[in-house]
């Protein structure tokens, strides 16, 4: 069952853009979002995150957008680097239980 | 602590065979998690530990599979009579709090198994 999605399997943006990354989720229990940032060969490191009593949650060049609503969750980068280059995964949780991922976007940024 | 560390990187095994892997987790984390991931799809939960008690198996644990974390600090993922479809990447993860959010994952670099 997947109850967290992500339906954009790849995106390509210029350097200096913004990467706009797109989640939507099942769930209505789910409490907790966040995004992991994958690198070949290497296991996914957290990146941001937001809480379910908030819609937005920023750190530096990147920013976590939530509504409830529409059970839809975006990451935004900005300004976009070649380093960010990555497999982004959205993922969810319920009452500090396991963890539920979407399937990933390759986010490519080009110089 | 250098973080969550897995061994080995990489296994090739011939189907029938047992393959057993090793997660060791940041030693402040008292949850320790497995994930499976295969191509093009995101990590999928296989089971969790709370110090060394199991609480959540999922359905995509066969019978075939077994874990263990007998101390409540290294965890042991054992898969028997191994088949081409438990080729995949598999991760450990062990939880941080992160205040006012619940529960982040910091993944190990996670064991490749081929089985051929």
């Known amino acids: 069952d997947q109850q967290v999605k992500q339906n954009s399997p790849s995106l390509s943006v210029q350097e200096g853009r913004i990467s706009i990354l797109n989640c939507d989720y099942t769930?209505?229990?789910?409490?907790?979002f966040l995004w992991y940032k994958k690198y070949p060969a290497e296991g996914p490191t957290f990146l941001i995150s937001?809480?379910?009593?908030?819609d937005k949650n920023e750190d530096g060049r990147f920013t976590v957008f939530l509504n409830k609503s529409a059970k839809h969750l975006s990451l935004h980068i900005v300004p976009s680097q070649p380093g960010d280059s990555a497999v982004y995964f959205c993922?969810?949780?319920?009452?500090?239980?396991?963890?539920?991922f979407g399937a990933g976007t390759r986010l490519t940024v080009k110089p | 602590d250098t973080g969550v560390s897995q061994d080995p990187r990489h296994k090739i095994t011939k189907r029938g065979q047992n393959v057993t892997f090793r997660c060791d987790p940041i030693?402040?984390?008292?949850?320790l998690y497995w994930y499976r991931q295969t191509l093009g799809q995101g990590p999928e939960f296989l089971t969790y530990?709370?110090?060394?008690?199991?609480?959540?198996k999922s359905r995509l644990l066969s019978d075939r599979f077994s874990a263990e974390r007998p101390k409540g600090s290294f965890s042991t993922l054992e898969i028997q009579r191994t088949e081409q479809g438990d080729s995949a990447m598999y991760l450990c993860?062990?939880?941080?709090?992160?205040?006012?959010?619940?529960?982040?994952?910091?993944f190990g670099s996670g064991t490749r198994l081929t089985v051929v």
């Open positions: 993922a969810a949780s319920s009452d500090n239980n396991d963890m539920r």
């Open positions: 993860a062990s939880s941080f709090i992160l205040p006012g959010q619940g529960y982040g994952y910091t």
């Open positions: 530990f709370q110090n060394e008690a199991q609480l959540e």
């Open positions: 769930n209505s229990m789910f409490d907790y």
């Open positions: 937001i809480s379910s009593i908030k």
């Open positions: 030693s402040e984390h008292n949850r």
